[in-house]
């Protein structure tokens, strides 16, 4: 039967590149976070497989409270036998702006060299194409003369919250008792099932001062100055946690990155406020209360020592790390499995420094794994740089991985 499941994937893959080039094409940058007509293309698309696609659109008032405009997750149900497992598959549709340096459209699915490219081409729009068309090969397999007999249902769940920390997306299905699988896969790269990740804080810091005229600064209190000492407190945090070091694969150590400052009102005038925002990754091994908790204290201490400025703290995002349920190993071991006849090496279980919304389902006592369609690396896919972009093997070989997968679930 994996046989059939390959030659099937094989004969559709035409289709499946242009279903992924279709999605790569509607943009979904976030922010601004409109993502229903996103949601609407690909409830669309999935129609053209005979497949409903359930729209739950997340009430408007909570994705504007939230920071985004529109949100609309995406359920669609295939049971294939009486009894056995629900299996979800979980894939995320928004992204983070293109930004500049691009050599190919970031929203063109331009195809060169056997590589296509295109924001969201590997990360993760690629797995709405790996998930959608592994279950149309499984499902495929029920008009045989010779069908397995399949017990359980297959759930693809696609959902627009990654990039914001997943609450409005699996999240929000999860509370609102939408879904329950039993099993979960999430979108990934092909050469590893992640296990395990890291969490992550993000914090707006907002430093006070006294705005006045360039020419007579001592009658203000510089916020950027103060601003700068209390960076310098954080970033020599980045020192210490090198001597922390996480025990799973994959991962190394904590780290601190600040990735937008704002402040000031012109070249000639004291600043009198300066906003910067901050990202704290944590190991599994950490606690995430007290890292907070660590952060504020380091923020507060360093402010005390430049006098005259007040600082204001708030969180943006606590998502907790993975760490591996022990249920997962049907997953790991079929992956690993089918991964080696397929790709033909050892496809190891790792941690990643990435953090996902598998951790939400991990939350709900759901075992899951990260697995799909990409290159070894984060960094080998411009994920979140120009050129993004996804080899089309990887994605023929993930979605017969995938496919087989199911398959041994389900059987």
């Known amino acids: 039967m994996y046989d059939a499941l390959d030659r099937w994937v094989d004969q559709h893959f035409d289709e499946e590149v242009r279903f ?3 999605l790569v094409q509607v943009p979904t940058d976030t922010p601004p976070g409109n993502n229903a007509p996103h949601a609407e293309r690909t409830a669309q698309l999935l129609s053209e497989f005979g497949w409903t696609a359930e729209r739950h659109a997340v009430p408007e008032a909570e994705v504007r409270d939230y920071g985004l ?6 359920i669609v149900r295939r049971k294939l036998g009486d009894g056995g497992r629900t299996v979800a598959l979980n894939a995320h549709g928004d ?43 499984l499902e495929s397999l029920l008009a045989e003369p010779n069908a397995p007999a399949l017990h359980g249902a297959v759930e693809l769940h696609f959902t627009y919250d990654e990039e914001f920390g997943g609450e409005l997306g699996p999240g929000w299905l999860l509370r609102q008792g939408l879904t329950k699988p039993d099993l979960l896969m999430a979108a990934g790269f092909s050469y590893e099932v992640v296990t395990a990740h890291n969490g992550c804080l993000q914090m707006e810091v907002t ?6 005229h360039a020419a007579i600064p001592h009658t203000g209190i510089d916020a950027l100055q103060g601003a700068v000492t209390i960076l310098q407190a954080l970033y020599a945090q980045n020192t210490l946690y090198q001597g922390i070091t996480s025990q799973v694969p994959g991962i190394k150590h ?4 600040v990735g937008r400052i704002e402040g000031g009102t012109n070249t000639n005038v004291v600043p009198g406020k300066v906003v910067f925002k901050l990202d704290r990754r944590m190991i599994p091994e950490e606690n995430a209360t007290e890292v907070e908790a660590d952060i504020r204290r380091v923020i507060t ?3 005390a020592t430049f006098p005259g400025i007040r600082v204001e703290i708030k969180r943006l995002l606590l998502a907790h790390s993975l760490k ?28 990643t420094p990435l ?7 991990c939350a709900q006592g759901i075992p899951a794994v990260i697995y799909g369609a990409g290159p070894r690396t984060v960094f080998e896919s411009n994920a979140k740089r120009a050129d993004e972009h996804l080899v089309l093997e990887d994605l023929r070989k993930a979605t017969k991985v995938v496919a087989r997968t199911l398959l041994d679930l389900l059987s």
Do not use: C
């Open 69 to 74: 405009q529109s949100l609309t997750n995406l």
């Open 254 to 257: 904590p780290y601190l990155n």
């Open 20 to 22: 992924l080039q279709a």
């Open 95 to 137: 992204v983070v702006p293109p930004g500049e340096g691009w050599t190919h459209a970031p929203y063109g699915g331009e195809i060169e060299d056997g590589k296509l490219y295109g924001r969201a081409a590997a990360v993760s729009k690629s797995d709405f194409a790996t998930y959608s068309f592994a279950l149309r090969a």
């Open 301 to 303: 201490e360093a402010a």
């Open 355 to 361: 953090y996902t919304d598998v951790r939400l389902y």
């Open 207 to 212: 430093v006070h001062g006294q705005m006045a």
């Open 324 to 351: 591996p349920l022990p249920g997962n190993a049907p997953l790991v071991q079929a992956l690993q499995k089918h991964g080696v006849a397929i790709f033909g090496e050892p496809i190891p279980t790792s941690g």
